[in-house]
């Protein structure tokens, strides 16, 4: 009964990619399903009351979003065991899917696709497909870089940062997106 419909990686324009991996794993073709780096911050944001994001890979939030239902736990222990397993089953998902497919292109071309087709953008959209249509109006291998932008700035809060209903939030996240883009050599000066 979900609002989804599904796109292939072929139909997902590199723009909207790297705008998510900019934004939510920027070292995403390059770990093994967790980011060391990233769960060291964010550990250590947690101890200092300095918290400045999670440390969650997208394949952990591809796990966390289609096993684990989202992460709706309501203490600090069922969360931190969902973390642990979610870390566990992302770096079984990479290995196994290397296996199966031969590369580890390949198995993050998977990932990166299921993610993409199952993230919740808001409005009842799940998946950049059905948010494409809904936002835009058109297909998503019809989006130009900016409204490629925009969908990646969504995931932060799917309520507060949908461009129908907060344009001004979503606009002011869509330019985080854009300059981590030009920081990580996705998009030239120019585009940005």
């Known amino acids: 009964g979900s609002n989804r419909e599904e796109a292939t990686f072929d139909e997902l324009p590199e723009d909207l ?19 060391l780096r990233s769960i060291a911050r964010a550990a250590v944001g ?26 709706r736990e309501t203490s600090f222990g069922a969360r931190l065991e969902r973390k642990f397993q979610e870390q566990y089953l992302a770096v079984q998902l990479e290995k196994e899917l290397t296996e199966s497919t031969g590369s580890t292109e390949a198995a993050k071309k ?4 299921d993610y993409l087709n199952t993230i919740n953008l808001g409005k009842g959209t799940l998946g950049v497909e059905s948010a494409a249509n809904y936002y835009f109006d058109k297909s998503v291998d019809q989006l130009t870089l900016s409204e490629c932008a925009v969908l990646a700035s969504i995931t932060k809060n799917p309520t507060r940062l949908n461009p129908i209903d907060h344009p001004e939030d979503n606009k002011e996240r869509r330019d985080i997106v854009l300059k981590k883009m030009y920081e990580l050599n996705y998009i030239s000066s120019e585009e940005y």
């Open 110 to 113: 998977q990932i990166i696709t």
């Open 46 to 71: 947690v101890l200092t009351n300095d918290y400045a994001g999670g440390g969650s890979t997208l394949t952990q939030q591809l796990i966390k979003n289609n096993i684990f239902e989202g992460g």
């Open 17 to 35: 990619i790297n705008a998510f991996v900019a934004i939510e794993d920027s070292r995403f073709w390059s770990h093994n399903g967790i980011d």
